[in-house]
T-cell receptor, first 115, second 112 residues
Framework: AQSVTQPDIHITVSEGASLELRCNYS??????LFWYVQSPGQGLQLLLK??????LVQGIKGFEAEFKRSQSSFNLRKPSVHWSDAAEYFC?????????????FGSGTQLTVLP | DVKVTQSSRYLVKRTGEKVFLECVQD?????MFWYRQDPGLGLRLIYF???????EKGDIPEGYSVSREKKERFSLILESASTNQTSMYLC???????????FGPGTRLTVT
């Protein structure tokens, strides 16, 4: 079974600073990887996804993530954080087998942005 | 745009009540999911459905059941609500060809 670890429960950065959120996964085959963002009181919105091909993936809102197979990682980055980026971020890995090809989510990283 | 709606944003129920959470999607998706979200635990899958009248248990199905009579609607049922079912419940849907799941806004359920 697949699993996802987000080692940072809470991260605080200043507005304009760079950001990196860590995600490590465990899965026996080539994973399908996702980053979602959840603003307070809202559902989850997809930021970006990796299925195959180029290991550097661009997403919405200026985010990018890099798939590193050797490190089993899919870290999310943004060069300059905006106050509106304050939210909770979830990494997820997709199973390639099973009737509905489920997603397994990490426990989330809460991002606080200081003015 | 894909739209997933949930019947209530906030719900307060008493212990022992039967609770229905409704989810509707408008994109003709085959697959639908119910998760619960708790602080520090992320999203945990309760049940999913890959077709009308078809359902499978997720990781934490105990105390829950589901119903999918129509393709667009997936209901989560708490037969006898308990305080440990106080949580945020998220519904999602996706097409058969695509891994990407689309989420509703969530229902925050409080059981007193």
């Amino acid at each position: 079974a697949q699993s996802v670890t987000q080692p940072d429960i809470h991260i605080t950065v200043s507005e304009g600073a760079s950001l990196e959120l860590r995600c490590n996964y465990s899965y026996g085959a080539t994973p399908y990887l996702f980053w979602y963002v959840q603003s307070p009181g809202q559902g989850l919105q997809l930021l970006l996804k990796y299925f195959s091909g180029d290991t550097l993936v661009q997403g919405i809102k200026g985010f990018e993530a890099e798939f590193k197979r050797s490190q089993s990682s899919f870290n999310l980055r943004k060069p300059s954080v905006h106050w509106s980026d304050a939210a909770e971020y979830f990494c997820a890995v997709g199973a390639s087998s099973g009737s509905a090809r489920q997603l397994t989510f990490g426990s989330g990283t809460q991002l606080t942005v200081l003015p | 745009d894909v739209k997933v709606t949930q019947s209530s944003r906030y719900l307060v129920k008493r212990t022992g009540e039967k609770v229905f959470l409704e989810c509707v999607q408008d994109m003709d998706h085959e697959n639908m999911f119910w998760y619960r979200q708790d602080p520090g635990l992320g999203l945990r899958l309760i049940y999913f459905s890959y077709d009308v009248k078809m359902k499978e248990k997720g990781d934490i199905p105990e105390g829950y059941s589901v119903s999918r009579e129509k393709k667009e609607r997936f209901s989560l049922i708490l037969e006898s609500a308990s305080t440990n079912q106080t949580s945020m419940y998220l519904c999602a849907s996706r097409s058969q060809e695509n891994y990407e799941q689309y989420f509703g806004p969530g229902t925050r359920l409080t059981v007193t």
